[in-house]
């Protein structure tokens, strides 16, 4: 809560879903498991982690940038303490927040309960560092 503020998004009626990215349906619209599809009216616009709340794979994280809508099923995460961008994605990923989700039929997380989750700060020099050195090394996990 005082490093991340986290806000669930708004409902869309599947009739406004595009599965193509045209030019009356521009913006990605962000669900449980990633882009959902486009939609040609954004809810929310900034550079943001996003934490899938519901599905099967809940507690995944991308990011959002630009203009996009967030459904009801993700969780627009508003950084503070000069945290960087890069940062939060990765260390939210490296949280494995899956592991914080309801044990249902379909899985979910609450909001509430990834707020209270201790994250320790480093300083936004030392984040920095960890984002370009995860992606000098990313291109060797991922190829093997």
Known sequence: ???FSMQAGKNI?????SDAQ???TPYPCFGGNGIRGFVAKPNASGDYPIIGRQGALCGNVKRA???FYA???AVIVRCFLNADIAWACLFLSALNLNQYATAT???GLAVSKI???LIPIPPLAEQHRIVDRFVML???VTNQ
Not at 13 to 17: F, H, P
């Open 1 to 3: 809560g005082s490093v």
């Open 22 to 24: 045209t030019e009356n």
């Open 71 to 73: 459904t009801e099923h």
């Open 138 to 140: 990313e291109p060797l």
């Open 13 to 17: 009626k599947a009739s406004l879903l």
């Open 115 to 117: 707020s209270e989750i």
């Open 65 to 67: 940038s630009g203009d």
């Open 105 to 107: 039929a379909q899985p």
